[in-house]
C-alpha cells in the first residue's frame, strides 16, 4: 500500500537502493503525446547524486528505459513501465549498520512495523524512490506543457531569500548549484552548505515553487482540494517537515482587512494571498508555496544510539550522503507538482 | 469527486448550508462498537456557532440523526448514515450576494467551474460541512479509545503562545471561549479577537494538535506517509494555508547534529523534532503538528468587488461569521485526526 | 467499506429496511443537468413493492427527498444527498426470526462475520436498498440522455423468451407486470409466477439489457474493462448468481470463424457476437448482456433450520416476500447499467 | 487507468508483447513471507505458450525476475516490482496486419479510443499480459496457504463434462495437456481440440474453479461482494464472456424449495447451491465458479474485413495463436482467484 499517487494520472513506484533496479507505472497519462526524451533524462539529471561539491559524492547515472506505453516516440495511452537500474550498489558502505537504528531514519521504525529490513540501505525510505517521481513528473510536464513549473532554492538555514519569486528571474535558478535564482544569495548558500559540509554535519531549508498557467476550476471543494493535493506531494518527499501556500504561516498574523484578494474587473486580483487556489479551486493567478526540508539526518559525526538488541552503540556516518538535500530537492518538488496537476488537469476535463 | 477522505475508514459527505440537511456515510466502521452519543454531541456543540461573544451569532443546534449501521447502540460494521438538519437558514442574509464574487471567498472559483453557483451560501465550500466532520471524527475517537487527540488554539494574530505541549495543561482547554489552555494568553487571545470584531475585521491564527497512544507502525514509506495523511486532511479545513509536524518550518535552520533525535535504551527518543513520525511511519512517540488559518474572507467593512458581469460594486459583510475561526476550528483539526488514525489503524491492522 | 461503486461518477448508500431512512450520496455528476423529477419517482416506482400481484405485497410509497449538490432544478457539481424514509416497517413480522438463520440468506454470515445482527431485516442485504440505486441511476440515466437502456424479463424458470432482443419491441416492456416486451410469453411467465406464489414457493429467471448508442471508446484494456465493471454491478445485485454478455456461455460451444464478427464497411460489425465490446472497449454497436437470478430464498414453507445456539428449528416465511424478483430487477438492472456507463463516459471524456 | 486489481492486495502492470518487456508492481504483500521461486516459474510454465501441441508453438521462456520487496528470500512488505522479458519478438509475424481490423479483436476499438496502436500486436489486449497476473497470483497462492484453489477444464465447445468438480480428483488435473482431471473426457477434449486446428480453425471452452478453506466472512454485503469481485477479475480475461457461480444460470430454473441450502447443526449446508457465498460473505462452504471462454479471434483461415481507411481486405492468420485458449487459461483463473482471495483476507483481517 502506499506506492501510489494520483487517480486518473497515477504513478505507481517499487525499487530499494540495494536491489537490481528501481522503477515504476504511470497509468492515465493520455494517448499522442509526443515524448522528449532528453527532456526526461535532463531532469534525472538535475536530481542525480554526484553533481556538485555540495551534493553527495555518489555516482549513479540513473538512466531510465522505457519499457511499454510508448510506440514511436508517442504515448500509446496505456500503461507506461520503467526502471532505472542500480549500478553503485556500495553495500560494504552499509554493512556496519547492520543492526544499528540511525537516529531519525525509519530504521527503527521498519523494523517495527515490518519485522524484517534490509539493512543495505533505507529500504522504501530511501531517496532514491525519488528517481522514479522524476520520471513520472517529467511526462506529466510534457502533457502539461502550456503550463510552468518552477521551484528553486528559497533558504538555507538561516539564510532566507528575502525576495518574493515575481522579483525573481526563475530562468536563472539553474545557473549554480544550489538552484537559487539570486547569484548573491546562492554564493552565499553555497558557502554555508560547504563549511556544513565540512564540519561533517547537515542542514535544512527551503524551496519555493511556483506554477503559471493553471486553468480555472482544478480541485474540488471538500477533500481534494488542489492545495491538499499538492500538500499530500510534498509531505511524500523524505525529510519535509512543512507545507505552506499563498500567505501560509504569515497569514495567520493578518487581518482579513490586508489578506483579502480584492478584484480587477478582468478577473484577476490585485493581490494573491490566496496562492492562485480559492476554496480548494485554482483561480488562474499563480500557485505557489513552500516546502520545509529538515537536516539530513545521516551526519559525518560520532553518534550515541542503540541496536535492535536495546545495546548502547556509537555509530558515525560512513556513506556518502547530501549535506543539505535542497538543492537536489527541487526537481522532486517540480515533479510531484506536474503528477498533482496532471491528475487534476484531467479530472477537470471529465467534467467539462 | 472530492468528497470522501480514507480508504478503510471512509467519510463520505454532503449539504449546502441552505438545504434541507446536510450529512454524510461512515464506511468501514469495525462492528460492535458501543457509541456514546453524548460525546459526540458534545463534539458537536464545541464546533456549533453561536457558542461565545467570539464567535458567529448564528445560532444552531447541529442534532446529528443516526440513519442506520447502529443496532441496539452498537455499530453494526455497515455504512452508517447521518444527516444534521439547517434549522436556521436565513436566506435573506445572503440575497444582497446573488452575483457578486466576495474577495478570497470560492464565489469566483465555484461559477468558472460549475457554471452555476447557490448564491444564497457558500456552496460545499460553506463551513457547515466540519460539522459532518465532527460526527465521522467523535465516532472514529470512539474507536480509538486508547489514543488521545488533543488540539488546542497556539496563535491569534500575533499572539503566539511560547510554550510547547509539553509545558501546558491540556485538559484546561475547554476552561476558556477561545479554546488555549494558558489562561493568561487566552485572556489576550479573546480580547484581541474581540477588537478585531467590534472593528469588522477578522484575524488568523494556529492550532497545535497533539496524538498520544499511537501503536508504533501506522503509515506507509513512500505516499501514504502518516504525516502526508494528516496534512491533507488539515489543508482540507477552510481557511488553512500551511501545516507542519515536528521542527516544521523552524526545522529548516537547524543543523542535523541538533535535529537527530538521539534514542533511550527503552526505544524512546530524547528529543522528538520528529514529531512522532519516522519515515512516514509512527514511532510511539507523541505525534505533534501545526495548522495555519488565514483570518477569515468576510468582513464587515466595505470592500469594493466585482459581480459576474465584470461590473464593479461596492460590498459589505452582512451575515454573521465568525472574527476569527480558530477557536471553533480546534475540535475540526481533532475530528479529521481521529479519522486519518483511524483508517491507518485498520491498515496497519489489516497486515499485522 | 464495499458501500460504493464507480470512480468519477460515484454511488455511496447507507440503510437497512428498520432504521429511519435509507439514502446515499451521488459524487462526480457534472453539474448543469436539469433534473426531472418525475422521471426518478417512476423508476422508483418501477422497483417498488406492492405494485401487482406477482410482487410482494408490501406498501412503500419510496418517496426520495433530495437535500443537496441540487438549485433550482438543476445540477450543482457538487455531491447530491437523499434518503428514502422507511414508511412501513412491520418488525413484527421479523420477530419470530430473532435468532434464526435462514437458509439460503446471509443471516448466518452476518453473524459470522459482523457478531452482531439487526434481525428485524437482512440489514445491507436487504433488496431495500436497490431503492438507492434506482435514484443513483436514474439521475446517470438524465445524465447520458442520448444512450438508451432497456431491461426486460427474458426468462423466469423454464420458461426461456426465444427471440433475441432484436427481435422484441423494448418499448412494450413496462406494458405487463412481468416486464416481458412479448404480450403470449408475458402472459405464460405471470401465470407461473402466480401458480409458485399460491404454493408459497418461489422460482428463478433470467434479466436481458441492452444498451444503445453508446460511443466507441468506452472500458479499458486491461483490468477496467468495460463489461467486467458491467459484470460486477449486476453480480452486486440480491440473488444474482451469473452475468454473460454477447455470446455468453453459448459462445463456448462456437468455433471462431462462426464466432468473429466481420465488419461491415462502415465499421459496424455484420453479427454482434462481441456483444458491443471488444477487447474491454465499446465498438458503437448494441451492448447486452444477461443476468440470472435465483429463486428467492425466502419461501411460505415449511424449512427446517439452525438458531445461532445449534438447535435444529422449523421454520415458515411470514414477511411479504417476492415469488419472482425477476419483474422487480428490471429496473435494478437499467440503474445499475446507467451508473457504470456514466462513469466509464466520464473516465472517456478526460482523456479525449 | 485500469492497470491495477485490488486495493490492499493490489496488483498494477504494464508492458506489450511487442516491447522489451512486461511486468509489474506488488503492492501491500504482507511482510515475511518465505518465497517459493520454483513455485512462481512452475505456474508461469503452466501458462506459457508452445507447452504443447494444443496450444500455440511460440515458445518464450517467460523467466520473472524480482527487482524490489524481497529480500534474503522473503517479503519486506514493500512493492513488489517485476518483469518479464520478452524474448521471442517476431515482429513479421504481425507486419502484414499494420493497419487491417483483425475481426472480433481490439484492433478497431484500439485505434477509436487512443487514436494510436502499435499494430506488432495487440498492445495491452495481447494475452501476454497473463503472465503478469500469474507472478502476482502464484505470491497470493503463496501468502494464503491453507487455502486451496484448483481450476480445471470443464468443458470445450459441445464436450461438457457431466460431473461436478465433487466428483473429480483435482490432483490429477495437470496429468494431460487441456487440464481435465477426468482422462476420457481429456482425450476427446485434446482430440476436438486437435480437429479444430487442423481445420485452421478456433473453439471455445468453459473453466471450473474451486475454492476450498476459506474463512467465514470475506466479501462485503453490498457492492464488494466476493462474488462480484471473483466475477469482475474473470471477466478481465481476455475472450472471457461470462461468469456463473454456485447454482449459476441454471439455477433460474429452479425453485426455492429446492435451492435453499438447508443448514446441518455444524453450520455446514447440505447442499451447496449458494457456491460457498451468502450474501457476498463466504460462508465456509466451498467455493465454486465457472468462467466461458469464446472461441480464439486468430483462425487460420481467409477473411474479409477492413482496413483503417475502410478498404475492404482480405486476411489470414499468419502469428502462433492457440486453437484453444482454455487449457492455457486454467492457471490464469487460478491466479486471479488468489489476487481476489487475498484482497479480501486482508480486508477481513483489518476489521476483525
Request: hydrophobic share 35%.
Amino acid at each position: 500500500m502506499g506506492n501510489s499517487i494520483g487517480n486518473l494520472f497515477k504513478l505507481t513506484t517499487f525499487g530499494e537502493s540495494h536491489g537490481p533496479a528501481i522503477g515504476g507505472i504511470i497509468d492515465g497519462c493520455p494517448a499522442g503525446i509526443i515524448l522528449d526524451f532528453d527532456a526526461i533524462q535532463m531532469e534525472l539529471d538535475r536530481r542525480k547524486p554526484g553533481q556538485s561539491k555540495i551534493t553527495t559524492q555518489r555516482k549513479e547515472p540513473d538512466h531510465v528505459e522505457f519499457l511499454s506505453g510508448i510506440f514511436e516516440g508517442k504515448t500509446t495511452g496505456t500503461s507506461i513501465g520503467f526502471q532505472i537500474k542500480n549500478t553503485n550498489q556500495k553495500s560494504k558502505d552499509y554493512s556496519h549498520n547492520t543492526n544499528v537504528y540511525r537516529p531519525s531514519h525509519a530504521d527503527y521504525t521498519y523494523d517495527k512495523k515490518y519485522g524484517i529490513r534490509d539493512h543495505r540501505g533505507g529500504g522504501r525510505s530511501s531517496a532514491r524512490e525519488t528517481a522514479n517521481w522524476i520520471v513520472g513528473g517529467a511526462i506529466a510536464k510534457q502533457f502539461l506543457q502550456d503550463i510552468k513549473i518552477n521551484a528553486y532554492t528559497s533558504s538555507v538555514g538561516n539564510l532566507i531569500l528575502d525576495k518574493t519569486y515575481r522579483e525573481l528571474d526563475l530562468t536563472k535558478t539553474e545557473n549554480n548549484i544550489v538552484r537559487c535564482p539570486d547569484k548573491i544569495f546562492a554564493d552565499k548558500m553555497i558557502e554555508l552548505i560547504d563549511d556544513v559540509r565540512k564540519q561533517g554535519d547537515t542542514i535544512g531549508g527551503i524551496v519555493t515553487c511556483v506554477i503559471q498557467n493553471v486553468p480555472i476550476g482544478l480541485g474540488e471543494p471538500v477533500f481534494n482540494k488542489l492545495h491538499a493535493a499538492l500538500g499530500h506531494a510534498m509531505l511524500s518527499i523524505n525529510a519535509v517537515k512543512g507545507f505552506e501556500y499563498g500567505s501560509g504561516f504569515n497569514g495567520t498574523k493578518m487581518k482579513g482587512s490586508n489578506h483579502n484578494d480584492l478584484f480587477n474587473t478582468d478577473e484577476t486580483t490585485k493581490t494573491n494571498l490566496s496562492g492562485g487556489i480559492q476554496g480548494g479551486i485554482s483561480n488562474g493567478m499563480d500557485i505557489y508555496f513552500k516546502v520545509a526540508f529538515k537536516p539530513v539526518a545521516t551526519i559525518m559525526q560520532k553518534q550515541n544510539t542503540i541496536d535492535s538488541d536495546g545495546n548502547l552503540v556509537e555509530m558515525q556516518g560512513k556513506g556518502r550522503h547530501d549535506p543539505c538535500v535542497v538543492p537536489r530537492a527541487v526537481p522532486i518538488v517540480e515533479a510531484l507538482s506536474a503528477l498533482i496537476i496532471a491528475d487534476y488537469y484531467l479530472h477537470y476535463k471529465a467534467r467539462k
